[in-house]
């Protein structure tokens, strides 16, 4: 496949661009605060931090390592990225961190294998995105759940979660879509919606951390095209994955 000279340098400048946009959206989406600490107050001496979630935090790992802080059992998306970054920051706290997000998972299959997959790991802080599935395999005709069912099975693991692991931080990771990727056909939009609005007031009552994604990348793209951060619309490419580890260091930091 040629690329011309012009279309060459046109991607670069929307790289570019893109990355570059990076702390002005996230300063637009996260509230700033001043830490005397330096930040990550949340984050205490050996410390173990778990990502769960669906594909976008499984981001094609290897799923047969399952290792702390190995780049093989992270993938390739914004949980190795976070995690990375973490450990390069904060070598001091002897962190020891997992990725067990698994490719289609809706919240009632986290439930099905918590006890290997959270509770055995102990982490004192758990970060969780998922919703997305929930709603996207209703819309295919591959699951007959709701928004209702999404948001008690929700509600449902971090109660348990809660009462398993006492002192558990939490961080909630908005699900979300972006209105140009492929994937993203019809009325999408206007019907996942309530599977973040659910997602939110879980995160509410329970009082976690909240990572606002899908304001994020709505901003995002006013920067560079929806496929440029993430080509189907729920998958987010390097670009989209790096905001998403940027944002979610952000949130964290700050607490």
Known sequence: MKISRRSFFGKTATHAAGIASIPMILSSCIEEQDKEDGGYALINDNDTILFQGDSITDAGRNRNAQLPNDA?????????????????????????????????????????????????????????????????????????????????????????????????????????????????????????????QAAKAIADEFQTLWVPYQQIFDVACKHAPATYWSGDGVHPSMAGAQLMAQAWLKVVRQA
């Open 72 to 196: 093989r059992s992270f993938g390739g998306g914004y949980a190795l990225m976070a995690a990375a970054s973490l450990l390069e920051q904060l070598p001091e706290k002897n962190l020891t961190i997992y990725n067990r997000g698994i490719s289609g998972n809706k919240v009632y299959q986290l439930r099905d294998r918590w006890v290997e997959d959270c509770i055995d790991l102990k982490p004192n802080v758990l970060s969780i995105l998922i919703g997305v599935n929930d709603y996207w395999h209703k819309r295919n005709n591959q699951y007959d759940g709701t928004v209702e069912v999404y948001k008690e099975d929700f509600r449902a693991l971090l109660k348990r979660t809660k009462e398993e692991l006492p002192g558990i931080k939490l961080v909630i990771c908005e699900p979300f879509s972006l209105t140009g990727g492929s994937a993203i056909q019809g009325n999408w939009q206007e019907e996942f919606e309530p599977y973040r």
